[in-house]
């Protein structure tokens, strides 16, 4: 047994307003005058003096606003990685992502883009990347899809959507304060924060799960409980323990996989442009031969929060489509070996996935 030997982020701060640290974390990393950091932040903050105002731009720093409406793509991760070397006198002395999944993963993507040669999409898969990426930091304004603790970003190349798995992937330092996840949208909350829900269920279910993804996937799975089905926290403490549930449910996966729902999500992804934390929710709401515990609690939150889960979005789909569906979703091997076990192909047949993409 060759058992992987994983980098985890070294330095994490926790606590509301601990944001207002980041410049005094980030000053000894400089680099030089020349060799700015680079902030990517989500532009839904671009108004957001709150926020914005306690960012401190020194020298040729910088700020990138960029829109999550749509999941980070190699193609965009490559055309940032040129403008930022043709615009700085030198290689960035850091890059400090600052948003949700979407925001982190194109932060983790550049910073190793900005070190290694040719295209983000040969780089998709696990292992492929050579040299060590720049300096870089997550601070995550939503809370549930671990990228603040993974060792992957997640892509969408021209052939697949997949991620750069690599030991240089993890932030160097990853910045929680809770406050920051106070303006988001409900059903946006709802959908990412199931994302953390769906991965502790993967985890906890799967045929990989050993005592490391278990501690982790159970502690994610209670707080998930208490944020998404009790009464007893108040506002502040939603958030504090539904950012914490989604680190250790990030920890949970990094030892052991996700499942079907993810399998199955990823198809709707590719072929839809559906995003994660909803495309999750349309796949999971469906699934209970698979998982019967967890969809029926999933279906108790739903009705809790009153949230609206999309229906129908695959009726008008022609047979090739269902084709592209099924192919992406069955290429993820290591997610239904760990969801079903090794004889996972009897089970997970192209009829079977196409009579349930038919249900969504
Ligand atoms: P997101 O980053 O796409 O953001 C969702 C929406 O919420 C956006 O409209 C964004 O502008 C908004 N938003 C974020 N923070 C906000 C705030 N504080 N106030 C108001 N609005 C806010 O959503 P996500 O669900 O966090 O991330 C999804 C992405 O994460 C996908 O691309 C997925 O592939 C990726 N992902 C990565 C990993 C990993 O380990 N790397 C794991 C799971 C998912
Ligand atoms: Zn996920």
Redesign the pocket.
Known sequence: MNYKNFPMVPRVIFGRDSFSQLNDIIAPKRLNIKAPFIYLI???FKNNTWLISRIHLSYDDKIIYIS??E??KTSQVDALVEDIILKTKERPSGIIGI???????LA?AVSIMLTNQGETKDYQGWDLVKNPAIYHVGVP??S????EV?R???LTGPEKKL?INSDYTPFDQVILDPE??????KN?WF??GM?CYIHCIESLNGTYLNAFSQSYGEKAFDLCKEVFLENNSSEKDLQDKLMMASWHG?MSIAYSQVGVAHAMSYGL?YLLGT???IGNCIVFNHLEEFYPEGVKLFKEMVSKHNIEIPQGICTNLSDNEFDVLIKISLSLEPLWENALGKNWKTIATPKKLKELYKKM
């Open positions: 989500d532009d839904v999550a409406n999941e980070p948003g949700g999944g979407t925001l982190l993963d983790k304004t939503i549930g899809t671990g990228a993974s992957t970003t997640v991620g920051l996840t106070k303006s988001t949208p946006q959908y990412t994302d990030g992804s995003k994660h934390g």
